[in-house]
């Protein structure tokens, strides 16, 4: 059961760590609207993850190849609203007066980045879906370790980075205005990959 639990915190520390959408939309959250109102978007994989989950482990493996390339472009549509919402914010920054934000728009927008994101899929599809079978079929506690391990980790790192990215506003204007130009390209340059590879 330990090795499980092992093998699920490591994973979700190497998927929190690398740059992708996610961080991205983060990152621009963050340094926006504070680390109060972006911290409940730490949560939204456990939202997002439970219908790939059941897509990867019941229904991809049925489906055509040409699922997944829609599913991409589908999400490099989503990342180029928002990174274009991005660099309104930067574009006004100096203008911009605190608004009143909507967690639950927020967490929306979130779960649907990470929803559209192949990442996720291919994650559970080569990775997390065969350990998970093999676990269970093993012992149900040993699944429960894993999922455990995996999202605990998950979520933990992803509110140390909300909370990094938003200490970053102690630096400055000019600095918060840089890194949320910065998430914008992030955003748009994952959005223009994601549906490239989508219609190739």
């Known amino acids: 059961m330990v090795d499980y639990l092992i093998i699920g915190i490591g994973f979700a520390f190497a998927s929190v760590v690398q740059p992708g959408p996610f961080q991205a939309f983060l990152l621009s959250q963050s340094l926006t609207n504070g680390w109060r109102k972006t911290i409940p978007l730490a949560f939204a994989p456990l939202i997002s993850d439970g219908p790939i989950i059941f897509i990867v482990l019941f229904v991809l493996t049925k489906l055509p190849e ?31 007066k605190e608004q009143e934000v909507s967690v639950q728009q927020s967490v929306f927008k979130a779960v649907m980045v990470n929803f559209l994101n192949p990442g996720p899929y291919l994650g559970w599809s080569l990775v997390m879906g065969p350990l998970l079978l093999k676990a269970w079929h093993e012992s149900p506690s040993n699944g429960i370790a894993l999922i455990c391990g995996f999202y605990c ?48």
């Open 153 to 200: 980790t998950m979520v933990t790192c992803t509110m140390g980075i909300v909370i990094l990215f938003a200490f970053a506003k102690n630096l400055g204007p000019k600095v918060s205005r840089i890194l949320i130009g910065v998430s914008a390209i992030f955003m748009a340059l994952f959005g223009i990959y994601q549906f490239w590879s989508g219609i190739n």
């Open 66 to 96: 040409e699922f997944l390339q829609i599913l991409q472009c589908a999400g490099g549509v989503l990342l180029l609203y928002l990174a274009y919402g991005a660099f309104r914010t930067w574009q006004s920054f100096n203008k911009r």
